[in-house]
Each structure stands twice: as C-alpha cells, then as structure tokens.
C-alpha cells in the first residue's frame, strides 16, 4: 500500500552526533534494568540483568516497561506480532527518540500491551507497516487508549526498504556519519545491524539480495553518509547490490560470518570492541530482542552490540569468541534462554569461562559428543546457573598438565555437610568415550531436575555426590586428535628410556599393584601397569582426593561407580581373583554387592557379576577403593555389548549417546540412594546404620 503519513504529525528531533554516555551507564548499573538481577558471581563485578517474559510480547513489555522508570517515554512504535526486518528498521528510530517498542497483532492489541500503552500515555504512537500487518481496527483502539493530543500514525511503504526509508527520512538528519544495510530477506542479519545502528545513532536501510532499492538509494543520497555498513554475507547481499551502493555512498563495508551467529560476532567485534555491556537473545526465533534494543543502545558509552544464542547446552562458537574478546561486565538477557546457555553467558561475561580451548575435535560426524575443550564449560555453566548445588574444582593435574576436573553435587554446596556421599567417575581408558557423556547426563539430571522432581531433590538434598569427568584428559585429547580416531587405551606419561608413552591407569592403582596377571609389566602392552602403583599422577590424584573425603576417622565417601565401556555390564571386586571370598572380602559386604549390583543390572539390563569374571586385573580402582576404604564400589562397563562390539561398534556414533546414558539414569539413582546403608540392599540396615534405619530418607 502507499505511503499514508497525516499531514498533522509533530515536528521531530533530527539528530546526529552522540549524547554523552556517562551518567546514563551509572543509571544502568544502578537499576535501570533491574528485571531480577541474579548475583552469581559474589564480589564479582559481572551484573547481569533478565528482561523476563514468556514471549517476545511480555519480554517487550518488560523492556518498555524498565524503559518507563527512566523517564517519560515519548514515542511507541508499534511494530508486527510476528516481526521482520521491516519491524527491525523501526529500532534505530526508537532508540534515537528515546521510545519504546511493543508488538501489536494484525486485528487487536493484546490485552497486556495495551494496558501497557495506556500506561505509558506516549504523545505519539507510530505504527510500523502497512494495514494487512498491523489494521485499522488497531489504529482505534489504540487512539481510544491515549489521551488529547496524542498522535496516531502510521509509517508504511509498498515495501520493507521502503518502509524503512520513510523510518529514516522522518529522524535522521543528512550528513550522517554512519549508516547501516541490511537484507530484507535476512531477519537476525537486520535485528543485528539495527542494534548497531541504533548504538551509534544512525539508520537502518534495507535491500533485497539482488536488488538496490530506488527508495533507498534515494534515502542514501539524502543522508550521505560518511560510512555505510553492509552487514551480512553474498548469499543476503549480492556483490551487485554491492556495486550498486558504491555508486551511492563511496565507503562501504561488508561485515559478515559464515551464519547469523558469527555475524553478529562480527559485528560486535569489530564495531563496538570496548564494548563493556553486550545483548544476548536467541538467534532462532526473537524472544524479545528487537524490543530490547531500544533499552540497551545507546547507554554504555562504548555501545551494547547484540549477540545471539543457540538451543542447547552450549554458546555458538562465534558468540564464545565475542565475549571472550570484550570481557563485557553487564549482559542483558532478551527472554527465556535455558539455564546453563545463561550460566556460560555469564562465565565468559566476568572471566570465569575463556580457558584455552583444546584443538582436539571428534569426526565431524560424531560432532555430538563433547569435546575435551568443552566439557569445562559445560560444567562450569552448570555450576553458575545452579550456584547453590554445583561446585566445580579440579582434582589435580595430568600428567601433560590438564586439570582433571570434578563437580561436587549437594545442597548447601559450599558446606561440608554430614551427609552420605557418592563418588562417580569416568575415562580412565581413553577411548572410552561413552563414560563422560554418562558423567554429563548424570550432572544434567541432578541440576535439571531439582527444582520439579521430587526425589531428585531428596537425593540432592541429602546426599555429596562427587563426579569427576575425566580422569585421563590427556588420552582423551589424544585419542580424537585429529578428528579421527587414534583407539588409545593409556595416559600420555613419558615412560623412563622408553619411546611408547602412558600407563593403563586403571592397572595402576595400589591395590594388589602387579600381583597375579591381570596388568602388564611391559611398556608397550595396552594394559602396561606403569613402574610402581601410582607412578601416574592421575591415578595419585583420584586416591588423594578420595583420602581427603576421609572425615573424622571415617571415608564419608560410601558408594562409587566407576564409568567404563563397553560390555553393558556391573561389576564388583575383587577383580585380582577369581576367588569370589578371598580373605580380604567381606562374606556380607559380598552380598551386598551381588544385590546391589542385581538390583542396579535389573533397571539398565546389563549383566551383574564379579569383576574377574570378565577377566582377572590387578592394581584396579574397585579393588583399591573397597579395601583401602570398604566403599561399595562398583565398574559399570557401557554400551555396547562385547558381541556389538566384535561387530565393529567400538566408537559408537553420538545418536547412541542420549538413550545409552538415559539407560543408566535409575542405576545411577539408586547407587546415591544407597550411600546412605549399602547394607539396606540385603536387608541389613537396622544391624549396620542405626541412624539409617530410624530415619529411612536418610
Ligand atoms: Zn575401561
């Protein structure tokens, strides 16, 4: 439709230049986006603040709203329920003027953004786009909620960029010294450069792929600016609509990624890199991010540029590296993003994430795994959106100077309380991937689910449940270098005078180190013991961390299982003999093993049996921890089964991962549950835990 601009509508500001920035940040930081700011980090200097909502309409709603309790809002734009980059171009005009932008449906305002408009009382209302997105019946509703004098306008084109010119033409004074374009095909592409532009104060036009406009052409000439920005790639802005800007404006810039994320990266990076403050929303669909931009632009003095997040557990890569690089110490969050996307915003935003990233990547086609550069900030994020029952902390250091990181799980996390505990462990053997995915869900599970799952929150609530991810960092990275697969077994340690490197670090525990067949003594061999029990830092790090769970006299730690793969079975000491009751087993803690480790295979459908039943080792962690501590200590042995396996499944590919660790969920629960009487398993709670049995939930 034509352009129906009324003649009546008020004299405007045209701007250009800045306003100073200074006082309006101390605003900022003292409130100005309160939302319900979460302190994460005590005595940290990151504020990072929600603008809440369910949906970018409530989410908009809170930004007009946080808006409001700065002053008087001039101006609302009204823009589309289900916006394009039409609606993105209005966001540049909104910042400038100081307005606030809420989302209208095509026939009716919804019923809390109308209230909201009537609240807010703005002298002028300007609606963005023609009457089949936002219709006349909207144009009287929203007249009947203002008050006299009010202006109700409406600024369309026959198109996006025309719309987008008429936006500019009306506010944005000639000479401009920057000016932004972007495609009207790509939405994130536009919502990104109209954050920039409305950082820096300047428009925002439009193109099509292979089309330059007249309109905008048009507008450019008007504005002539010193500096006009492209952003987004050739498959949003062809080289000829390129050209074709040149001939308009003579400095033109092209700032791109190779998708949305790494776009707004750029653009972040390169635009606004002392950037102190950053946006971040969801790059899939806007939950409230273009009504965000108004609030955000403009206020820290070195700009809010705007970042996007992806679903999942874990940032883009691109926006990883963005805030790795500003360090930015406020983040606005636009709209529900889940928990541990937002624990790792805010690890990188006050420093607490950026470790060296490790190269080591999987086939590209098991990309689903975690990589060992990962699985820090999976759990650190974990730990900032759950600060009150995650602590994340490193046992020590591999042999190649790795952290061997580990997670304590509890209520209270902080607090060494008097309660059961669990000790969980994974990848001693290097290629045994299966066993950190299992060591993510269970971590997963128990943070996910505290809050809605009842007995999720008694095991948390009355259990220390330690896990640690990754004993053998180092043959982890190893093993995947590349990006393929190398099937090692061992550390990396340098062996004396001997070219072939690492030690079976499940071999090389104290335990009947050596004693009856069941290692090797021979550096070369894949199950090579190492020269002397412990000679592996690895191993010396789980056995002093497992010493100082030592309380009083008494291991705190009661019952551990140790994540191995493949044979889809649990398995319990000794593994040195075939003996099921050597002098050093207990004849009633055999029971308990043999129950436990039934009542564990009845819920996985592994196989429960004596550890040497598989084949006899020597010098293994089960051995070691039942008879140096008595814990009830377990090896589960993962997907595959050995007949799989012998088929050739030795590196699972990652479509097994989410419904094989899932597999594992009530074994898992039940080996916490059990911390508090292992000897409940038989029936013997009342003889061996008093307490226990006075107070069955422990
Ligand atoms: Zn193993």
């Not at 009324?6 to 004299?11: A, N």
């Not at 400095?251 to 946006?279: H, N």
């Not at 500003?326 to 937002?342: D, H, K, M, Q, W």
């Amino acid at each position: 439709m034509a352009s129906s601009r009324p003649d009546s509508r008020q004299p405007r500001p045209k701007v250009s230049g800045r306003v100073a920035g200074i006082a309006v940040l101390a605003c900022f930081v003292a409130g100005c986006v309160p939302g319900v700011p979460v302190p994460l980090s005590p005595g940290g200097g990151v504020v990072t603040s929600q603008l809440e909502g369910a949906d970018r309409v409530a989410v908009a709603i809170s930004a007009s709203t946080q808006l409001s309790a700065r002053g008087a809002v001039p101006v609302v734009y009204l823009v589309a329920a289900n916006p394009d980059s039409e609606a993105a171009a209005a966001a540049p005009a909104a910042a400038l003027e100081g307005g606030a932008i809420l989302h209208a449906g095509a026939t009716a305002l919804a019923p809390a953004v109308a209230t909201e408009l009537a609240r807010l009382a703005p002298d002028r209302v300007e609606i963005v786009g023609g009457t089949s997105t936002i219709g006349k019946a909207v144009v009287g509703q929203v007249s009947s909620l203002l008050g006299e004098g009010a202006s109700v306008e409406r600024i369309a084109g026959r198109t996006a960029p025309e719309t987008a010119a008429l936006l500019s033409a009306g506010l944005f004074a000639p000479s401009a010294p920057i000016a932004f374009v972007a495609s009207a095909d790509a939405y994130f592409d536009a919502l990104v450069a109209a954050s920039a532009a409305a950082n820096v104060k300047a428009p925002l036009l439009l193109v099509t792929r292979d089309t330059l406009p007249s309109s905008t052409a048009a507008e450019l000439r008007r504005l002539s600016p010193d500096r006009l920005i492209v952003v987004g790639g050739k498959s949003a802005v062809s080289e000829a609509v390129l050209a074709g800007l040149r001939t308009v404006v003579p400095v033109v810039e092209q700032i791109s990624g190779s998708d949305r994320y790494s776009t707004a990266a750029a653009v972040a990076t390169k635009l606004f890199a002392g950037a102190e403050s950053v946006l971040a929303t969801a790059g899939t669909a806007d939950l409230g991010a273009l009504a965000a931009i108004p609030l955000v632009a403009g206020v820290a003095p070195d700009g809010t540029p705007l970042l996007l997040t992806q679903p999942g557990e874990q940032l883009p890569v691109a926006t990883r590296d963005a805030l790795m690089a500003l360090e930015p110490a406020f983040i606005c969050i636009a709209g529900p993003l889940p928990p541990l996307i937002r624990g790792e915003l805010i690890g990188y935003s006050d420093g607490r994430l950026g470790l060296p990233v490790e190269t080591a990547t999987y086939p590209a086609l098991d990309s689903g795994w975690h990589e060992p550069g990962e699985l820090y900030t999976v759990i650190k994020a974990t730990e900032i959106a759950y600060p009150s029952l995650v602590s994340v902390f490193s046992i020590g250091k591999s042999a190649e100077g790795r952290d061997i990181w580990a997670a304590k799980i509890s209520d209270n996390v902080s607090i060494d309380e008097d309660e059961p505990e669990v000790l969980v462990d994974a990848l001693h053997h290097a290629a045994e991937h299966l066993g950190v995915e299992q060591a993510l869900y269970l971590l997963n599970t128990l943070t996910s689910g505290y809050a809605t799952d009842k007995e999720i929150r008694r095991l948390v609530d009355s259990r220390e449940i330690w896990i640690i991810f990754a004993v053998n960092p180092d043959g982890w990275v190893y093993d995947i270098s590349g990006g393929e697969y190398h099937w090692w077994r061992k550390s990396r340690q340098h062996n004396f005078n001997n070219p072939n490197l690492g030690v079976d670090l499940n071999r090389n525990y104290s335990y009947m180190w050596g004693c009856c067949g069941g290692s090797d003594s021979r550096v070369w061999a894949w199950n090579y013991r190492g020269p002397e029990p412990f000679s592996a830092p690895e191993t010396r790090a789980v056995a002093n961390f497992v010493a100082g769970r030592v309380v009083n006299g008494e291991q705190q730690i009661k019952t551990h299982v140790t994540l191995h793969s493949h044979g889809e079975m649990v398995l319990y000491p000794m593994s040195y003999t075939l003996q099921r009751l050597p002098s050093d087993m207990d004849p009633t803690d055999y029971s308990v093993f043999q129950a436990m480790a039934r009542k564990m295979a009845a819920t996985n459908g592994y196989k429960a049996q004596q550890s040497s039943q598989q084949y006899p080792t020597d010098g293994d962690e089960i051995d070691w921890m039942y008879a140096t501590y008595r814990i009830f200590s377990f090896t589960f042995e993962l997907y595959p089964t050995e007949e799989q396996a012998g088929k050739g499944i030795v590196y699972p590919s990652d479509d097994v991962i989410a419904r094989q660790t899932a597999r594992n969920r009530s074994a898992l629960l039940y080996l916490i549950d059990a911390a508090a009487c292992p000897y409940a398993a038989i029936g013997k709670a009342a003889q061996y835990c008093a307490a226990v049995a006075a107070s069955p939930s422990g």
